[in-house]
């Protein structure tokens, strides 16, 4: 029988946890890396402000304190009166590096270019889910993350050798040039600061909840919701805020040892910063905070196996019951990688029942 080289591997290291204590959020944020200060004092710059059906749609911008401003949109209902529930919604990544907002967020008739109208289709029902969570009464704000939409690098920016490799540097390669990137270069380059992809986006990502919690339209607690890898963000955040009021993640939760070994090369590195297998699985994340959480399964996604979203499942359950059964709550659908309306509609109206 032939041997398969990374089974036996794996094998070889006893892959998986190495200790029975339980994962802690000190020992996530030191898993997570070196990442810049959070900045005292953040200046949010407010420009357009623009009607879209029967939503408000202004665009901000901030900076993190290192690399181009943030872009931002800030969503509130047209006719509405003081502050609001607020929500911070993060977009999906889908190898698409050059938008980020845009994809959850509409501003106009007409935004996303053709060519990337399919994550619309093919991942949110072929709307705006952001414009959506905005009509039921709250303030939303989605933001750029690192490395996407104004946050991003340009052609210019990607190595030689990885041009070399995909054999062109044409604009219209810099989307699958820019994954190259990611993967064979940036993370080498984070390693050497002792940082990681998933630090770097929590960064971001918590530097716009500052900007949230300070934004004259948003009154209390924070609630945080995202795709696959906003999912993902979204479990984080979970864990190093425990001031969120509730988060909800879709197609964004497995055990890691599912993902061995052919659904470890559909994930981008910030699904595996290092050394965080050796302290606790996956879903172990999503148990570090009390904040209420809904985590929405895709049960026929194609980036995951059944068996590994069912024992994640399993897990959170346990955990759950035997603290506060009513912090979890786990649902599956049957659909591949994606929001469908009916899943947004379920994760909104659960939103809405903890403001």
Same mark, same amino acid.
């Given at each position: 029988?032939?041997?398969?080289?990374?089974?036996?591997?794996?094998?070889?290291?006893?892959?998986?946890?190495?200790?029975?204590?339980?994962?802690?959020?000190?020992?996530?944020?030191?898993?997570?890396?070196?990442?810049?200060?959070?900045?005292?004092?953040?200046?949010?710059?407010?420009?357009?402000?623009?009607?879209?059906?029967?939503?408000?749609?202004?665009?901000?911008?901030?900076?993190?304190?290192?690399?181009?401003?943030?872009?931002?949109?800030?969503?509130?209902?047209?006719?509405?009166?003081?502050?609001?529930?607020?929500?911070?919604?993060?977009?999906?990544?889908?190898?698409?590096?050059?938008?980020?907002?845009?994809? /959850? #967020?509409?501003?106009? $008739?007409? %935004? *996303? &270019? +053709?060519? @990337?109208?399919?994550?619309?289709?093919?991942?949110?029902?072929?709307?705006?889910?952001?414009?959506?969570?905005?009509?039921?009464?709250?303030?939303?704000?989605?933001?750029?993350?690192?490395?996407?939409?104004?946050?991003?690098?340009?052609?210019?920016?990607?190595?030689?050798?990885?041009?070399?490799?995909?054999?062109?540097?044409?604009?219209?390669?810099?989307?699958?040039?820019?994954?190259?990137?990611?993967?064979?270069?940036?993370?080498?380059?984070?390693?050497?600061?002792?940082?990681?992809?998933?630090?770097?986006?929590?960064?971001?990502?918590? /530097? #716009?909840?500052?900007? $949230?919690? %300070? *934004? &004259? +339209?948003? @009154?209390?607690?924070?609630?945080?919701?995202?795709?696959?890898?906003?999912?993902?963000?979204?479990?984080?955040?979970?864990?190093?805020?425990?001031?969120?009021?509730?988060?909800?993640?879709?197609?964004?939760?497995?055990?890691?040892?599912?993902?061995?070994?052919?659904?470890?090369?559909?994930?981008?590195?910030?699904?595996?910063?290092?050394?965080?297998?050796?302290?606790?699985?996956?879903?172990?994340?999503?148990?570090?905070?009390?904040?209420?959480?809904?985590?929405?399964?895709?049960?026929?996604?194609?980036?995951?196996?059944?068996?590994?979203?069912?024992?994640?499942?399993?897990?959170?359950?346990?955990?759950?019951?035997?603290?506060?059964?009513?912090?979890?709550?786990?649902?599956?659908?049957?659909?591949?990688?994606?929001?469908?309306?009916?899943?947004?509609?379920?994760?909104?109206?659960?939103?809405?029942?903890?403001?």
């Amino acid at each position: 029988m032939e041997v398969n080289a990374l089974e036996s591997l794996a094998s070889a290291l006893t892959f998986g946890k190495k200790g029975s204590a339980p994962l802690t959020r000190e020992r996530l944020v030191a898993v997570l890396g070196a990442v810049p200060a959070i900045p005292e004092n953040i200046v949010v710059n407010r420009g357009q402000v623009s009607e879209f059906d029967g939503i408000t749609v202004t665009s901000l911008s901030w900076n993190v304190g290192w690399g181009a401003p943030t872009q931002a949109f800030l969503l509130t209902p047209s006719q509405a009166e003081g502050p609001l529930p607020g929500a911070l919604y993060l977009h999906s990544h889908d190898d698409l590096k050059e938008f980020g907002k845009e994809k /959850v #967020a509409q501003r106009g $008739a007409q %935004q *996303l &270019p +053709e060519r @990337a109208q399919w994550v619309r289709r093919d991942h949110y029902g072929n709307r705006a889910p952001a414009n959506e969570l905005a009509k039921r009464g709250f303030a939303v704000l989605v933001h750029d993350c690192f490395p996407w939409g104004s946050r991003g690098f340009g052609l210019e920016e990607i190595p030689p050798r990885i041009k070399e490799i995909h054999g062109s540097a044409r604009p219209e390669d810099f989307e699958n040039l820019s994954v190259m990137f990611e993967s064979l270069s940036l993370n080498k380059y984070l390693s050497l600061f002792g940082a990681t992809m998933a630090g770097i986006l929590n960064h971001d990502d918590r /530097v #716009a909840l500052e900007v $949230a919690k %300070q *934004l &004259p +339209e948003i @009154a209390g607690p924070i609630s945080v919701i995202g795709l696959s890898g906003g999912g993902c963000r979204a479990l984080v955040l979970h864990a190093t805020n425990p001031e969120l009021r509730a988060v909800v993640s879709t197609g964004a939760m497995a055990t890691y040892g599912s993902m061995l070994h052919e659904h470890i090369a559909p994930h981008s590195w910030m699904f595996f910063p290092f050394n965080l297998a050796s302290a606790g699985e996956w879903p172990e994340v999503a148990m570090i905070s009390k904040t209420p959480l809904f985590v929405q399964y895709c049960g026929e996604d194609q980036l995951f196996t059944k068996e590994g979203m069912a024992d994640a499942h399993n897990m959170l359950s346990t955990h759950y019951a035997s603290v506060n059964q009513g912090l979890y709550k786990g649902e599956f659908y049957p659909v591949q990688h994606s929001f469908t309306v009916a899943m947004q509609k379920q994760a909104f109206d659960w939103i809405e029942s903890h403001v």
